[in-house]
């Protein structure tokens, strides 16, 4: 059966193409109905870093249509995508006729604004273990549901943004998988239970403080 809303807003894209990129004006945003986004910024000496990958249920580009800027970061296709795309016009009616997007799109934004916060706090830290956790508990937080959470970041995505290497990101990562805290799904990270995590922290930092 078709899809009647895909239909009439859908777009069908190819991986690598380029959504939008940061400086451009925005006059539309996307919801992904399957496939992924990758979003970065690029920061001094002209490197790019992924802030997240975008899946299924996500809000793309909803920033610059909402505050009427230039957008903030890029977005590329990750993976062969279907998108709902929505323009300025439509999304104030959604707002305005479904509570439920409005709720949504408001604590989607809410928990964005969360975990830009947490990830300035990751990079505080000097131990590369809690940096790592710590940065899975702002993953969760922002794509969490029923305690637990799936979320898409390969070794350099994890690296990028808790500003370690790649390598010595793998080897933490891998040793919280054999632990049971993390599990790899495909390209997915899932965390069944985000209090074990917590609990593993506070671990190690009271390890730590009576070391």
Do not use: C
């Not at 690598?16 to 986004?37: H, I, N, Q, T």
């Not at 000496?45 to 903030?72: H, I, W």
């Not at 940065?135 to 690296?159: E, P, Q, S, V």
């Amino acid at each position: 059966m078709s899809d009647p809303l895909f239909a009439r807003y859908g777009r069908s894209v190819k991986k690598g193409e380029v959504l939008f990129r940061a400086g451009e004006v925005g006059s539309e945003m996307y919801v992904v109905k399957s496939g992924a986004v990758r979003i970065t910024i690029r920061t001094h000496g002209d490197v790019d870093k992924t802030l997240a990958v975008l899946g299924a249920g996500e809000f793309v580009g909803e920033m610059s249509l909402l505050t009427n800027s230039p957008r903030s970061a890029t977005a590329v296709i990750e993976e062969d995508a279907e998108l709902l795309v929505v323009g300025a016009r439509v999304l104030e009616e959604m707002i305005v006729h479904n509570t439920e997007i409005a709720l949504r799109l408001v604590r989607k934004l809410a928990a964005r604004l969360v975990s830009a916060d947490s990830l300035i706090k990751v990079l505080l830290h000097r131990d590369a273990r809690e940096r790592i956790i710590e940065n899975l508990k702002r993953l969760a937080r922002l794509h969490g549901k029923d305690g637990g959470a799936r979320f898409r970041a390969d070794y350099g995505d994890m690296a990028e943004q808790v500003g370690l290497s790649r390598e010595e990101t793998q080897e933490i990562m891998l040793k919280l998988s054999g632990a049971g805290f993390i599990q790899q799904d495909g390209g997915d990270w899932v965390i069944t239970n985000v209090e074990d995590i917590d609990e593993f922290l506070n671990f190690l930092r009271l390890k730590e403080q009576y070391r």
